[in-house]
Protein backbone atom coordinates (compact mmCIF):
# COMPACT_ATOMS: atom_id res chain seq x y z
CA UNK A 1 0.00 0.00 0.00
CA UNK A 2 1.78 3.29 -0.88
CA UNK A 3 2.55 5.95 1.53
CA UNK A 4 -0.55 8.32 1.29
CA UNK A 5 -2.99 5.45 1.08
CA UNK A 6 -1.86 4.07 4.63
CA UNK A 7 -1.63 7.95 6.19
CA UNK A 8 -5.70 8.43 4.95
CA UNK A 9 -6.65 5.32 6.29
CA UNK A 10 -5.06 6.11 9.48
CA UNK A 11 -6.57 9.47 9.28
CA UNK A 12 -9.66 8.35 8.90
CA UNK A 13 -9.61 5.95 11.67
CA UNK A 14 -8.25 8.49 14.42
CA UNK A 15 -10.60 10.92 13.05
CA UNK A 16 -13.18 8.47 13.52
CA UNK A 17 -12.53 7.18 16.79
CA UNK A 18 -12.15 11.00 18.21
CA UNK A 19 -15.87 11.54 16.54
CA UNK A 20 -17.02 8.54 18.40
CA UNK A 21 -15.70 9.20 21.76
CA UNK A 22 -16.51 12.93 21.66
CA UNK A 23 -20.69 12.54 20.25
CA UNK A 24 -21.10 9.16 20.24
CA UNK A 25 -21.05 5.96 17.44
CA UNK A 26 -24.82 6.44 16.31
CA UNK A 27 -24.96 10.68 15.84
CA UNK A 28 -21.76 10.07 14.16
CA UNK A 29 -21.86 9.97 10.14
CA UNK A 30 -19.71 8.84 7.29
CA UNK A 31 -18.94 13.07 6.21
CA UNK A 32 -18.26 14.05 9.35
CA UNK A 33 -15.66 11.91 9.76
CA UNK A 34 -13.96 12.91 6.43
CA UNK A 35 -14.49 16.36 7.16
CA UNK A 36 -12.39 15.95 10.06
CA UNK A 37 -9.91 13.86 8.31
CA UNK A 38 -9.79 16.25 5.65
CA UNK A 39 -10.27 13.96 2.58
CA UNK A 40 -13.64 13.00 0.78
CA UNK A 41 -16.20 10.86 1.51
CA UNK A 42 -15.19 8.99 -1.81
CA UNK A 43 -11.93 8.02 -0.02
CA UNK A 44 -13.61 6.88 2.97
CA UNK A 45 -15.10 4.31 1.03
CA UNK A 46 -12.05 3.12 -0.52
CA UNK A 47 -10.82 1.84 2.97
CA UNK A 48 -14.26 1.09 5.16
CA UNK A 49 -17.57 -0.77 3.93
CA UNK A 50 -19.27 1.61 6.80
CA UNK A 51 -18.34 2.79 10.06
CA UNK A 52 -18.72 -0.05 11.75
CA UNK A 53 -16.03 -1.33 9.74
CA UNK A 54 -13.76 1.47 11.50
CA UNK A 55 -13.70 -0.25 14.27
CA UNK A 56 -13.62 -3.76 12.75
CA UNK A 57 -11.83 -4.00 9.56
CA UNK A 58 -8.28 -4.66 10.81
CA UNK A 59 -9.30 -7.45 13.12
CA UNK A 60 -10.96 -9.37 10.06
CA UNK A 61 -7.92 -11.42 9.49
CA UNK A 62 -7.17 -11.99 13.33
CA UNK A 63 -8.68 -15.39 13.52
CA UNK A 64 -6.95 -17.01 9.87
CA UNK A 65 -3.56 -15.10 11.84
CA UNK A 66 -4.69 -17.19 14.93
CA UNK A 67 -5.33 -20.31 12.71
CA UNK A 68 -1.48 -20.35 11.29
CA UNK A 69 -0.08 -19.62 14.50
CA UNK A 70 -1.56 -23.00 15.55
CA UNK A 71 -1.41 -25.44 12.18
CA UNK A 72 2.07 -24.22 11.45
CA UNK A 73 3.88 -24.23 14.94
CA UNK A 74 6.86 -26.98 14.98
CA UNK A 75 5.05 -30.61 15.11
CA UNK A 76 6.40 -31.36 18.59
CA UNK A 77 5.40 -28.37 20.08
CA UNK A 78 3.12 -28.92 23.11
CA UNK A 79 -0.65 -27.68 22.96
CA UNK A 80 0.19 -25.20 26.00
CA UNK A 81 3.42 -23.74 24.39
CA UNK A 82 1.56 -22.94 20.73
CA UNK A 83 -1.02 -21.33 23.02
CA UNK A 84 1.10 -18.75 25.25
CA UNK A 85 3.28 -18.45 21.67
CA UNK A 86 0.44 -17.24 20.28
CA UNK A 87 -0.76 -15.21 22.43
CA UNK A 88 2.44 -13.92 22.64
CA UNK A 89 2.61 -12.60 19.05
CA UNK A 90 -0.82 -11.31 19.13
CA UNK A 91 -0.06 -9.40 21.46
CA UNK A 92 3.23 -7.96 20.31
CA UNK A 93 1.26 -7.71 17.26
CA UNK A 94 -1.69 -5.72 18.15
CA UNK A 95 -1.46 -4.55 21.43
CA UNK A 96 1.63 -3.49 23.06
CA UNK A 97 2.12 0.54 22.49
CA UNK A 98 -1.25 1.02 21.24
CA UNK A 99 -2.67 0.78 24.75
CA UNK A 100 -4.73 4.47 24.45
CA UNK A 101 -6.21 3.26 21.03
CA UNK A 102 -7.26 0.06 22.42
CA UNK A 103 -9.00 1.47 25.50
CA UNK A 104 -10.39 4.29 23.30
CA UNK A 105 -12.04 1.34 21.10
CA UNK A 106 -12.92 -0.79 23.86
CA UNK A 107 -14.81 2.84 25.35
CA UNK A 108 -16.94 3.40 22.15
CA UNK A 109 -17.89 -0.56 21.33
CA UNK A 110 -19.44 -0.33 24.71
CA UNK A 111 -21.63 2.09 24.32
CA UNK A 112 -23.09 0.89 21.41
CA UNK A 113 -25.49 -2.89 21.50
CA UNK A 114 -24.92 -3.54 18.22
CA UNK A 115 -21.02 -2.76 18.25
CA UNK A 116 -20.97 -5.12 21.28
CA UNK A 117 -22.60 -8.21 19.36
CA UNK A 118 -20.19 -7.58 17.01
CA UNK A 119 -16.91 -7.95 19.17
CA UNK A 120 -18.63 -11.42 20.68
CA UNK A 121 -18.74 -12.31 17.10
CA UNK A 122 -15.38 -11.44 16.58
CA UNK A 123 -14.22 -13.14 19.22
CA UNK A 124 -16.16 -16.18 18.54
CA UNK A 125 -14.51 -16.48 14.98
CA UNK A 126 -11.45 -16.49 16.88
CA UNK A 127 -11.93 -19.31 19.17
CA UNK A 128 -13.09 -21.41 16.28
CA UNK A 129 -10.51 -20.68 13.99
CA UNK A 130 -7.79 -21.64 16.87
CA UNK A 131 -9.81 -24.94 17.33
CA UNK A 132 -9.68 -25.35 13.89
CA UNK A 133 -5.91 -25.39 13.86
CA UNK A 134 -5.29 -27.89 16.89
CA UNK A 135 -7.99 -30.29 15.10
CA UNK A 136 -5.69 -29.98 12.29
CA UNK A 137 -2.69 -30.98 14.02
CA UNK A 138 -5.16 -34.23 15.33
CA UNK A 139 -6.25 -32.92 18.84
CA UNK A 140 -9.95 -34.26 19.73
CA UNK A 141 -12.80 -32.04 18.98
CA UNK A 142 -13.65 -31.50 22.67
CA UNK A 143 -9.91 -30.56 24.36
CA UNK A 144 -9.46 -28.58 20.64
CA UNK A 145 -12.37 -26.18 21.81
CA UNK A 146 -11.61 -26.16 25.38
CA UNK A 147 -8.40 -24.75 24.34
CA UNK A 148 -9.13 -22.88 21.46
CA UNK A 149 -11.85 -21.23 24.32
CA UNK A 150 -9.40 -20.79 27.23
CA UNK A 151 -6.98 -19.32 24.70
CA UNK A 152 -9.17 -16.56 23.72
CA UNK A 153 -10.51 -16.39 27.17
CA UNK A 154 -6.76 -15.69 28.42
CA UNK A 155 -6.52 -13.18 25.92
CA UNK A 156 -9.63 -11.01 26.19
CA UNK A 157 -9.62 -11.04 30.57
CA UNK A 158 -6.09 -10.14 30.17
CA UNK A 159 -6.58 -7.13 28.16
CA UNK A 160 -9.30 -5.52 30.32
CA UNK A 161 -6.68 -5.64 33.31
CA UNK A 162 -3.53 -4.10 31.21
CA UNK A 163 -5.91 -1.55 29.47
CA UNK A 164 -6.63 -0.74 33.77
CA UNK A 165 -3.30 -0.66 34.87
CA UNK A 166 -1.09 2.79 35.01
CA UNK A 167 2.27 1.13 34.93
CA UNK A 168 4.22 -0.25 31.97
CA UNK A 169 3.64 -4.17 32.35
CA UNK A 170 3.73 -5.99 29.10
CA UNK A 171 0.13 -7.60 28.28
CA UNK A 172 2.42 -11.06 27.82
CA UNK A 173 3.12 -10.26 31.71
CA UNK A 174 -0.44 -10.08 32.45
CA UNK A 175 -1.52 -13.35 30.41
CA UNK A 176 1.26 -15.42 32.12
CA UNK A 177 0.14 -13.91 35.46
CA UNK A 178 -3.78 -14.89 34.71
CA UNK A 179 -2.47 -18.43 33.31
CA UNK A 180 -0.78 -18.72 36.74
CA UNK A 181 -4.40 -17.86 38.31
CA UNK A 182 -6.40 -19.85 36.44
CA UNK A 183 -4.44 -23.27 36.91
CA UNK A 184 -3.88 -22.24 40.87
CA UNK A 185 -8.24 -22.63 41.05
CA UNK A 186 -7.97 -25.56 38.95
CA UNK A 187 -5.73 -27.69 40.61
CA UNK A 188 -6.75 -26.71 44.04
CA UNK B 1 -48.60 -22.01 37.27
CA UNK B 2 -52.03 -24.30 36.42
CA UNK B 3 -51.61 -27.22 34.86
CA UNK B 4 -53.17 -26.10 31.84
CA UNK B 5 -50.98 -23.15 31.57
CA UNK B 6 -47.93 -25.36 31.77
CA UNK B 7 -49.46 -27.43 29.03
CA UNK B 8 -49.94 -24.88 26.66
CA UNK B 9 -46.58 -23.51 26.78
CA UNK B 10 -45.01 -27.02 26.51
CA UNK B 11 -47.45 -28.09 23.52
CA UNK B 12 -46.40 -24.38 21.98
CA UNK B 13 -42.83 -24.93 22.22
CA UNK B 14 -43.10 -28.19 21.39
CA UNK B 15 -45.15 -27.08 18.08
CA UNK B 16 -42.79 -24.88 17.21
CA UNK B 17 -39.24 -27.21 18.07
CA UNK B 18 -40.81 -29.50 15.28
CA UNK B 19 -41.94 -26.96 12.36
CA UNK B 20 -38.84 -25.12 12.94
CA UNK B 21 -36.71 -28.55 12.23
CA UNK B 22 -39.45 -29.31 9.67
CA UNK B 23 -39.23 -25.85 7.51
CA UNK B 24 -36.68 -23.90 8.76
CA UNK B 25 -37.17 -21.11 11.70
CA UNK B 26 -37.48 -18.27 9.24
CA UNK B 27 -40.35 -20.09 7.27
CA UNK B 28 -42.46 -20.53 10.39
CA UNK B 29 -45.04 -17.80 11.48
CA UNK B 30 -46.61 -17.55 15.01
CA UNK B 31 -50.40 -19.09 13.44
CA UNK B 32 -48.40 -22.47 11.78
CA UNK B 33 -47.30 -23.14 15.46
CA UNK B 34 -50.34 -22.22 17.33
CA UNK B 35 -52.12 -24.45 14.64
CA UNK B 36 -50.29 -27.35 15.18
CA UNK B 37 -50.45 -26.93 18.55
CA UNK B 38 -53.93 -26.08 18.83
CA UNK B 39 -54.17 -23.00 20.42
CA UNK B 40 -54.82 -19.76 19.48
CA UNK B 41 -52.30 -16.53 18.96
CA UNK B 42 -53.70 -15.01 21.72
CA UNK B 43 -52.89 -18.13 24.02
CA UNK B 44 -49.32 -17.60 22.18
CA UNK B 45 -48.85 -14.55 23.23
CA UNK B 46 -49.82 -15.00 26.55
CA UNK B 47 -46.64 -17.17 26.73
CA UNK B 48 -44.52 -15.61 24.20
CA UNK B 49 -42.84 -12.29 22.81
CA UNK B 50 -42.28 -13.25 19.28
CA UNK B 51 -41.33 -17.07 18.04
CA UNK B 52 -37.38 -16.32 19.06
CA UNK B 53 -38.98 -16.50 22.51
CA UNK B 54 -39.91 -19.98 22.18
CA UNK B 55 -35.85 -20.69 22.19
CA UNK B 56 -34.98 -18.66 24.62
CA UNK B 57 -37.48 -17.47 27.20
CA UNK B 58 -36.41 -20.71 30.01
CA UNK B 59 -32.60 -19.19 29.46
CA UNK B 60 -33.24 -15.80 30.57
CA UNK B 61 -33.31 -16.95 34.53
CA UNK B 62 -30.30 -18.95 34.13
CA UNK B 63 -27.67 -16.01 34.77
CA UNK B 64 -29.46 -14.98 37.95
CA UNK B 65 -30.02 -18.67 39.27
CA UNK B 66 -25.87 -19.36 38.44
CA UNK B 67 -24.84 -16.01 40.12
CA UNK B 68 -27.25 -17.20 43.30
CA UNK B 69 -25.51 -20.41 42.65
CA UNK B 70 -22.06 -18.79 43.21
CA UNK B 71 -22.80 -15.85 46.03
CA UNK B 72 -24.89 -18.30 48.46
CA UNK B 73 -22.26 -21.22 48.03
CA UNK B 74 -20.53 -21.67 51.64
CA UNK B 75 -18.25 -19.03 53.03
CA UNK B 76 -15.65 -21.88 53.03
CA UNK B 77 -16.27 -23.79 49.40
CA UNK B 78 -13.40 -23.25 47.16
CA UNK B 79 -14.11 -21.10 43.73
CA UNK B 80 -12.96 -25.10 42.04
CA UNK B 81 -15.96 -26.35 44.14
CA UNK B 82 -18.30 -23.70 43.83
CA UNK B 83 -17.42 -24.11 39.74
CA UNK B 84 -17.86 -28.05 39.96
CA UNK B 85 -21.40 -27.98 42.02
CA UNK B 86 -22.70 -25.00 39.83
CA UNK B 87 -22.47 -27.00 36.62
CA UNK B 88 -23.43 -30.12 38.30
CA UNK B 89 -26.70 -28.26 39.21
CA UNK B 90 -27.53 -26.75 35.89
CA UNK B 91 -26.16 -30.10 33.90
CA UNK B 92 -29.18 -31.88 36.13
CA UNK B 93 -31.87 -29.36 36.07
CA UNK B 94 -31.27 -28.01 32.63
CA UNK B 95 -29.90 -31.12 30.28
CA UNK B 96 -29.65 -34.69 31.83
CA UNK B 97 -33.56 -36.48 30.41
CA UNK B 98 -33.73 -33.88 27.52
CA UNK B 99 -31.03 -34.87 25.22
CA UNK B 100 -33.18 -34.87 22.13
CA UNK B 101 -34.47 -31.37 23.40
CA UNK B 102 -30.82 -29.88 23.73
CA UNK B 103 -29.80 -31.44 20.01
CA UNK B 104 -33.24 -30.06 18.66
CA UNK B 105 -32.39 -26.82 19.62
CA UNK B 106 -28.65 -25.97 19.09
CA UNK B 107 -29.63 -27.57 15.38
CA UNK B 108 -32.24 -25.12 14.73
CA UNK B 109 -29.91 -22.56 16.31
CA UNK B 110 -26.98 -23.32 14.07
CA UNK B 111 -29.02 -22.29 10.87
CA UNK B 112 -29.92 -18.85 11.65
CA UNK B 113 -27.11 -16.17 12.01
CA UNK B 114 -29.78 -14.16 14.36
CA UNK B 115 -30.63 -17.43 16.33
CA UNK B 116 -26.99 -17.69 17.02
CA UNK B 117 -25.97 -14.06 18.01
CA UNK B 118 -28.71 -14.10 20.16
CA UNK B 119 -27.14 -17.59 21.82
CA UNK B 120 -23.81 -15.44 21.93
CA UNK B 121 -25.52 -13.03 23.98
CA UNK B 122 -27.10 -15.08 26.46
CA UNK B 123 -23.94 -17.26 26.69
CA UNK B 124 -21.88 -13.48 27.92
CA UNK B 125 -24.52 -12.48 30.30
CA UNK B 126 -24.34 -15.90 31.46
CA UNK B 127 -20.34 -15.54 31.77
CA UNK B 128 -20.73 -11.87 33.29
CA UNK B 129 -23.28 -12.94 36.19
CA UNK B 130 -20.85 -15.65 37.12
CA UNK B 131 -18.29 -13.45 37.10
CA UNK B 132 -20.04 -10.89 39.29
CA UNK B 133 -20.80 -13.43 41.57
CA UNK B 134 -17.04 -14.44 41.90
CA UNK B 135 -16.36 -10.24 42.58
CA UNK B 136 -19.16 -10.46 45.60
CA UNK B 137 -17.18 -13.21 47.18
CA UNK B 138 -14.35 -10.64 47.27
CA UNK B 139 -12.35 -12.31 44.27
CA UNK B 140 -10.38 -10.00 42.11
CA UNK B 141 -11.41 -8.90 38.81
CA UNK B 142 -9.67 -10.66 36.70
CA UNK B 143 -9.37 -14.12 38.85
CA UNK B 144 -13.35 -14.11 38.33
CA UNK B 145 -13.47 -13.00 34.91
CA UNK B 146 -10.78 -16.06 34.06
CA UNK B 147 -13.40 -18.63 36.87
CA UNK B 148 -16.39 -17.39 35.02
CA UNK B 149 -15.34 -17.62 31.36
CA UNK B 150 -13.85 -21.03 32.06
CA UNK B 151 -17.08 -22.10 33.36
CA UNK B 152 -19.27 -21.00 30.41
CA UNK B 153 -16.95 -22.88 28.42
CA UNK B 154 -16.63 -25.65 30.19
CA UNK B 155 -20.51 -26.26 30.15
CA UNK B 156 -21.06 -25.30 26.52
CA UNK B 157 -18.02 -27.87 25.27
CA UNK B 158 -19.38 -30.57 27.19
CA UNK B 159 -22.81 -29.73 26.31
CA UNK B 160 -21.44 -30.16 22.42
CA UNK B 161 -19.88 -33.71 23.16
CA UNK B 162 -22.44 -34.88 25.26
CA UNK B 163 -24.98 -34.04 22.68
CA UNK B 164 -22.89 -36.14 20.08
CA UNK B 165 -22.14 -39.06 22.39
CA UNK B 166 -25.16 -41.99 22.29
CA UNK B 167 -24.50 -43.70 25.30
CA UNK B 168 -26.09 -43.03 28.49
CA UNK B 169 -23.16 -40.93 30.11
CA UNK B 170 -24.01 -37.75 31.93
CA UNK B 171 -23.21 -34.50 30.93
CA UNK B 172 -21.56 -34.40 34.41
CA UNK B 173 -19.17 -37.01 33.54
CA UNK B 174 -18.25 -35.20 30.52
CA UNK B 175 -17.64 -31.93 31.95
CA UNK B 176 -15.34 -33.73 34.55
CA UNK B 177 -13.27 -35.57 32.38
CA UNK B 178 -13.06 -31.49 29.81
CA UNK B 179 -11.92 -30.13 33.30
CA UNK B 180 -8.85 -32.82 33.35
CA UNK B 181 -8.12 -32.43 30.03
CA UNK B 182 -7.81 -28.55 30.70
CA UNK B 183 -5.88 -28.92 33.61
CA UNK B 184 -3.29 -31.70 31.94
CA UNK B 185 -2.97 -29.17 29.34
CA UNK B 186 -2.53 -25.74 31.19
CA UNK B 187 0.06 -28.04 33.63
CA UNK B 188 1.73 -29.42 30.89
Known sequence: MAR???????????AALELFAEQGFTATTVPMITARAGLTTRTFFRHFADKREVL??????????????????PADASPLTIILDGLRAVAEARFEGRKD????????????AGLRERE????????????????????????AALLAETSATLMYVSVTEWLEIDDDRKLYDVIETALAALRATLDA
Chains 1, 2 share one sequence.
Open 120 to 143: LQKRAALAAAIRDGFCARGLDPTR
Open 4 to 14: WQADARERLRQ
Open 101 to 112: TVRQWRAIVATD
Open 56 to 73: FADEAELPAYAEQLVTEA
